[in-house]
């Protein structure tokens, strides 16, 4: 019997645009738009320019784009760059059952590699859902498990889509892919303790995934090897960072090109934690519904999953006063009250100066929590908000699926619109323009220079 590897291998090296549904490969392009309409945004903020800066020192030239830097880069460091960027704002799509946001780590790798390689775009375009698949379905086997572990799923399975997405697009053949993927074991990394002082090194995790990937395949493709076992086996994936040896590995690889992941990945409507989103917008409906004087508010209850305690309510002290713009995008009590102060949760909420804001911090003060058991977790995450006023009233609502999912989308308008508001942020009108209709038709595509447009973002936006 094959190996989650070797099944892997079999899939992505093989797999055509002719194979794929129109409905997945018009998904995987709105979820590249996506990617990079974060990433310019993220540029224009000026947000995460740490690996820009890093990679850039050298001058070292190559033939890959990455987003504000002018002139090519090698790939490897281009896609390290460009995973980073586009995850600064932690506004890139997440795939719930996964817990893992997929496009971030897999496009960059991708693209770096369809540029150095000179490759049609609808080769990248098929590598890119091929490694989508695989990496919500090393997700989806074992669910919350990586979470629970202090391991960052995105990258831990990141690293198997960014390799099996770099690897297509040079041509690798199902052996070699099997080695990449093998390599790519042995660099796959990611720890959630940033979750204790707020520090940036989630950011990190899909570009050194993408990275990642990119060096696991060259170093295959000049034959270097890796173990075929490398998911599941005795000291694998699984075994190795949530220390199951028994995993759904087997039953989600077998319907590879029969059951397509990639138009489940959920979009995000808010440049936050994904399990903020949920109690957001139920706060949202509360306040269309029963509008609220925010000296009336006696106290305010988040509903949440227990697994996304961890994340966004606890520790409760530190979530009431975030001491970075990043661990303010983990605060749940934080993204509340400023709902209720500015009446919006935007791009604008996560920056140095709001974070500071003593109304909004006093608000976040009176919020509580209390732990719900959802059916639809964890496919969706789900979540909710009561909210007591001082004459005794209270109001509710609950969300079984957040806005962006499968369950409760995002229209493609939606999407577009988010790409553009995103990219205008760094990019002229032409630019933006230019930018959507190459990745809207990508598939049509000779080559990837229309990507080139990404070198022209400045960090230049001030928000009001």
């Known amino acids: 019997m094959d190996t989650a590897a070797q099944t892997f291998a079999a899939f992505s090296s093989s797999l055509h645009l002719e194979r794929v549904p129109r409905e997945v490969t018009e998904a995987a392009k709105l979820h590249l738009l996506d990617t990079l309409g974060c990433g310019l945004a993220a540029h224009a903020l000026d947000v995460a320019p740490a690996a820009r800066e890093a990679l850039t020192e050298t001058g070292v030239a190559g033939p890959a784009t990455a987003v504000g830097v002018r002139g090519g880069l090698p790939s490897a460091d281009a896609a390290l760059i460009n995973g980073v960027t586009c995850h600064a704002l932690d506004y890139d799509d997440t795939h719930t059952g996964a817990i893992a946001h997929v496009s971030v780590a897999v496009a960059p790798a991708a693209l770096a590699a369809g540029q150095a390689a000179g490759a049609q775009g609808a080769d990248v375009l098929a590598a890119v859902i091929g490694a989508n698949e695989i990496v919500t ?46 390599i790519a074991g042995s660099m796959a990394s990611g720890l959630l303790e940033y979750l204790a002082d707020g520090s940036s090194t989630k950011r990190l995790h899909p570009g050194w995934a993408a990275h990642a990937g990119i060096i696991a395949s060259r170093l295959a493709a000049h034959g270097a090897t890796g173990p075929a076992s490398v998911i599941e086996g005795r000291f694998g994936l699984y075994s190795a960072f949530v220390q199951r040896e028994e995993t759904d590995i087997a039953s989600q690889a077998a319907d590879l090109g029969e059951r397509w992941e990639t138009p489940r990945i959920a979009f995000k409507p808010y440049p936050a934690c994904h399990y903020v989103h949920a109690s957001l917008d139920a706060l949202a409906q509360l306040i269309a519904e029963h509008p609220l004087q925010i000296d009336d508010i006696e106290e305010i209850v988040a509903l949440s999953t227990e697994a996304g305690v961890s994340l966004v309510l606890e520790p409760l002290a530190d979530k009431y006063r975030p001491r970075s713009e990043y661990e303010a995008k983990f605060s749940l009590p934080y993204s509340l009250a400023s709902l209720l102060i500015r009446g919006t949760v935007d791009v604008s909420t996560f920056t140095d100066e ?31 908000v ?15 699926h957040q806005r962006g999912g499968p369950e409760n989308p995002m229209t493609d308008a939606q999407v577009r619109d988010k790409f553009r508001a995103n990219a205008i942020l760094a990019l002229g009108d032409e630019d933006v323009d230019a930018l959507e209709a190459c990745v809207m038709t990508l598939e049509q595509q000779d080559r990837l220079d229309g990507l080139e447009i990404l070198s022209h973002a400045a960090p230049h936006f001030q928000l009001i």
């Open 137 to 182: 379905r090393l997700g989806l086997a074992v669910g919350s498990a990586f979470h629970a572990r202090g391991f960052h799923p995105t990258s831990i399975c990141g690293v198997f889509g960014a390799t099996a997405a770099a690897a297509a697009v040079w041509g690798l053949d199902r052996d070699a892919t099997v080695n990449a993927l093998g």
């Open 354 to 384: 709001a974070i500071q804001d003593e109304e909004v911090l006093r608000l976040a003060g009176k919020v509580r929590y209390e732990v719900r058991e959802y059916p639809t977790f964890p496919q969706a995450l789900p979540g909710g």
């Open 386 to 400: 009561r909210v007591r006023t001082r004459d005794g009233q209270t109001f509710e609502a609950e969300l079984d």
